[in-house]
Antibody, heavy 113, light 112 residues
Framework: EVQLVESGGGLVQPGRSMKLSCAAS????????MAWVRQAPTKGLEWVAT????????YYRDSVKGRFTISRDNAKSTLYLQMNSLRSEDTATYYC??????WGQGVMVTVSS | DVVLTQTPVSLSVTLGDQASISCRSS???????????LEWYLQKPGQSPQLLIY???NRFSGVPDRFIGSGSGTDFTLKISRVEPEDLGVYYC?????????FGAGTKLELK
């Protein structure tokens, strides 16, 4: 069974950093592209970033380029999202997703002073 | 960026009715490999989104055959025949053909 378990969320002050992790199991992690999708409270879904199966290619939405970095450790079957210079508008539930439509349960990130 | 326009914003139905949701793209979603990477998701209250349809018309594993996806190019439709209580929630279309990937704004399916 495919499982994606996010961790690392919480409350952080504007301008600070936070790193999210997503532990994957139930499939061969190194065979699949992965992505982060977020959802601000009461809002719709917003794609954040994608990484290829081997980490060689990454893509970001404009509003996070230069601030967020998606990465992966295939040996640990783990996906990461390093978030720097956080803003209040980054407040959202962040979902780890796998190619083929699998999603984690999400982790909440709140950016507030 | 590709804009996906979903209509209607909300849809009130009676159980057993058919429901139809439209997703119109600002650009063709056919990729150079010939595939069209248009997906449909349902998000039930308090849950993660769940994939219903991929590549326009393919039902994901376990999705009932009352969910039917169709369309091509820039115009796509999700039809739900015989709406059941577990179908209520917010439906999103999503495109992975162009970067950045984008979602529609969502259509809320609720009971009349």
């Amino acid at each position: 069974e495919v499982q994606l378990v996010e961790s690392g969320g919480g409350l952080v002050q504007p301008g600070r950093s936070m790193k999210l992790s997503c532990a994957a199991s139930g499939f061969t992690f190194s065979n699949y592209g992965m992505a982060w999708v977020r959802q601000a409270p009461t809002k719709g879904l917003e794609w954040v970033a994608t990484i290829s199966y081997d980490g060689s290619s990454t893509y970001y939405r404009d509003s996070v380029k230069g601030r967020f970095t998606i990465s992966r450790d295939n040996a640990k079957s783990t996906l990461y999202l390093q978030m720097n210079s956080l803003r209040s508008e980054d407040t959202a539930t962040y979902y780890c997703t796998r190619e083929g439509g699998y999603w984690g349960q999400g982790v909440m990130v709140t950016v507030s002073s | 960026d590709v804009v996906l326009t979903q209509t209607p914003v909300s849809l009130s139905v009676t159980l057993g009715d058919q429901a139809s949701i439209s997703c119109r793209s600002s650009q063709s979603l056919e990729y150079s490999d010939g595939y069209t990477y248009l997906e449909w998701y349902l998000q039930k209250p308090g849950q993660s989104p769940q994939l219903l349809i991929y590549e326009v018309s393919n039902r994901f594993s376990g999705v009932p055959d009352r969910f039917i996806g169709s369309g091509s190019g820039t115009d796509f439709t999700l039809k739900i025949s015989r709406v059941e209580p577990e179908d209520l929630g917010v439906y999103y279309c999503f495109q992975a053909t162009h970067d950045p990937h984008t979602f529609g704004a969502g259509t809320k399916l609720e009971l009349k």
